[in-house]
């Protein structure tokens, strides 16, 4: 294997990165995992992921905040999030030593109750002369005892590669290999769900606002129109089943008018990449991320049509 065989991380599948074994650096291996599991974990969150794919997230996390500035900065960086998970993830791969340096590491903090995120956040930004010693001191036994850990990470990966699936998986990976139409599509997704927002906030203010001014007469008194015969029950809920028919049918418009405006874009990146319509929807499927632009152009029976090569 070439030492300077590096491979950059372009969406392959856990059993595409695991055949690169052979040929590739295996650090280079176990930071396109992290690439991959971190681009999950941004869409889904930490806690969504298998335990598997957090303990490599973990560990990455250790690996380089470590190497790069030792115990300081791994608590000193956002990667203190992982705090609760630093030494059962590090047992987990096979690497006691590290885990009693990074346990050891926790305990110099000399934290007030259980190691929580925010404890250690608030502790490690004191100044503390005589602390900031102790995790020197075990940054060095960290650079003397352990060293590297993408060899052990790697092969507890191979290992449960079964409980590991990377965004590209067997599909078309179009956050890995396409990142503008990625891009694109969040953004019309977010207007999409933005427009939403702001009209059924509208109405949940404004349909109860008209009952309230009916029923207590504000209407009335503020028009000059007796409202006498709307005052009831039955009445207040025949408003709030109109305003909701009402409501539905305003951002049904208000969405055709957003995915309109983005249609020819989105068409254009279609055909510009090696994705087919059908991929593209696969692919995207339990996105969390493209859930309304999916369910747009799923209902879009003209799409395909738009362009013969796209079927």
Known sequence: MDENNWLNYEGQSTSELIALRESHRKD??????E?????????????ALTQAEQTVLVVEAVEREVNNGGYRQLFLNQTHEYVEHF?????????????????DAINALQLEGPASPQAVSRTIQREDSARDALLNDLDDRYY????????????????????????GGSRFSLYGKHRV???????????????GVLWVRF????????????????????????????????????????????????LSRKDAGIYGKARPEILELLRNS????????????????LQEIREMMEEDTELSAQDPDLN
């Not at 096979?94 to 009693?100: E, I, L, S, T």
């Not at 790697?154 to 409980?163: D, L, M, T």
Request: one cysteine or more; hydrophobic letters at 50%.
């Open 274 to 289: 090696e994705l087919t319509l059908e991929g593209l929807l696969a692919d995207i499927a339990e996105d969390p991320n």
């Open 28 to 33: 280079s291996l176990v930071l396109a995992f």
């Open 87 to 103: 030494v059962d993830a590090l047992h987990r791969i096979g690497c006691p030593v590290a885990a009693r340096l990074t346990q």
């Open 181 to 195: 139409f990625y891009a694109r599509l969040m953004e019309v997704n977010e207007a999409l769900e933005a427009s």
């Open 203 to 250: 109405f949940l203010i404004a349909v109860p606002a008209l009952c309230l001014g009916i029923h207590f007469r504000w209407i009335e008194s503020l028009v000059g129109i007796s409202t006498d015969f709307m005052r009831g029950y039955g009445y207040y809920l025949l408003i709030f089943v109109s305003a909701g028919i009402l409501l539905t049918v305003i």
């Open 35 to 47: 690439q991959g599991i971190q681009s999950k974990a941004d869409r889904a969150g930490f806690d």
């Open 144 to 167: 003397d005892e352990v060293g590297d850990l993408s060899e052990a990470l790697f092969a507890w990966i191979q290992a449960h590669a079964e409980h590991i699936t990377l965004p």
